[in-house]
């Protein structure tokens, strides 16, 4: 595994010109946030902004001519997309997460990421990896299985929860070789591949413009070269790989939540308007000068800070390199994500009948936050690993 010890420093100049354009996307993502809510529709016109303002391509490593953007500039980033649109915030979250993988271990042949960079120089290039599948079980080889055709391979199965799957420009696909010994790896396609369909299945309660379809492939080829991490390796190389899939878990962990953090600020945002506006008829001041409800707002502020610090601290103690800050990062999601939608459900609890109209972004504001849970593991699962280790640290003292 690379360690990136040797790449060039990261364009700091080039990232902080990069964020200075946030404020413009986020406006332009809110405008735009309740009519592709509404219809269910890609924000196309979000991605492109996000593109042009250089935010797609943050994390793509200096060495490839990108400005190496960090953990912590992800969850900068993604903090303040979430409170424009959620949807274009998680699409964008992927396309950087890869990104960062490639930076960190350049497990795409160079040709092909090459492509990936001529494309995103062009346009958004959205890229994700699909690895769910309906049905299956956790620990299970996949369903979509990959058989050998000449000097490539064609891939039939179908994946689910794939996010932007409409736009994707590339698609790293999980998969099983037809072999007597199964083989796993990640394949990948094209989005316009022949033999690939979008089964447009995502029609859930929030983030309704993220397009999560399901992707059908029925006997898409894939070029031998494209086929990644199918070849067995040393005891050495397992425990390379898998530091990695950890490394890459923490990341994974922390933008979402950063995603989460940004829809309960603009959720914030939006309650602090309405108690400086709203004077009910038996009173003759807005609800903001009366106690309670600044109490319960700085109840709201205050678990947003604690968020806040948590994840952005973790962030930066991952970028430094730090294990046990990459340890922490599940219960770090975890807590997260319950803080902001507490702080949503607070809000409105607060609004009452007026956070919940359509007329106003709010209740959009609770959708998405309940369906952020799409992209965090069961608690149990959470729980149950944090209480292993802390019962394993516990032996050892």
């Keep these: ?71 912590a500039d992800i969850v900068r980033v993604l903090s303040q997309l979430g409170r424009g649109d959620a949807s274009v915030a998680v699409v964008t979250a992927f396309t950087l997460l890869r990104h960062a993988e490639q930076a960190r271990r350049a497990d795409w042949p160079t040709a092909g990421y090459r492509r990936l960079l001529t494309e995103s120089r062009r346009g958004p290039a959205l890229v994700n990896t699909l690895r769910a599948e309906p049905g299956t079980v956790a620990g299970e ?46 394949f990948l396609v094209r989005g316009e591949s022949e033999g690939l369909e979008i089964d447009p299945t995502w029609d859930q309660l929030g983030l309704r413009a993220s397009a999560s379809h399901d992707v059908v492939l029925d006997g ?17 190389a397992r425990q390379d790989a898998d530091a ?29 308007r309405f108690l400086n506006q709203r004077t009910p008829a038996n009173l003759t001041e807005p609800l903001g000068t009366l106690p309670r409800y600044r109490t319960a707002l700085g109840e709201i502020e205050a678990q947003l800070i604690g968020a806040e610090e948590l994840v952005e601290g973790l962030a930066s103690r991952v970028d430094r390199g730090e294990a ?25 609890a607060l609004t009452g009948n007026p956070g919940l109209s359509r007329r106003h972004p709010l209740e959009r504001y609770l959708r998405d936050v309940l369906s952020s849970r799409v992209h965090l593991a069961a608690d149990e699962t959470v729980l149950e690993a944090a209480g292993l280790a802390a019962l394993e640290r516990g032996s050892r003292t």
Excluded: N
């Design 1 to 71: 595994m690379r360690t990136g010890s040797a790449d060039p420093a990261p364009d700091r100049t080039g990232i902080e010109a990069a964020l200075a354009g946030l404020p413009r996307v986020v406006d332009l993502l809110a405008a735009r946030a309740e009519e592709h809510d509404r219809d269910a529709t890609f924000p196309y016109q979000g991605i492109e902004a996000v593109h042009e303002a250089g935010l797609l391509t943050l994390t793509v490593a200096a060495r490839y001519g990108g400005p190496g953007g960090t953990l």
């Design 141 to 186: 080889l996949p369903a979509t299985v990959a058989r050998r055709d000449g000097d490539g391979w064609l891939l039939t199965g179908r994946k689910t929860y794939c996010t932007g799957a409409e736009a994707l420009a590339w698609m790293a696909v999980t998969a099983r070789t037809d072999e007597e010994e199964p083989r796993v790896g990640t």
């Design 220 to 236: 898409v080829r894939v070029p031998a070269d494209l086929a990644l991490g199918l070849t067995g390796g040393r005891r050495a």
């Design 244 to 272: 990695e899939a950890e490394l890459a878990l923490a990341w994974h962990d922390l933008a979402l939540s950063a995603v989460a953090i940004g829809v309960a600020r603009a959720a914030e945002a939006w309650l602090i």
């Design 324 to 348: 046990e800050a990459v340890a922490r990062t599940g219960p770090a999601h975890l807590l997260a994500t319950r803080a902001a939608t507490a702080v949503v459900q607070q809000a409105v």
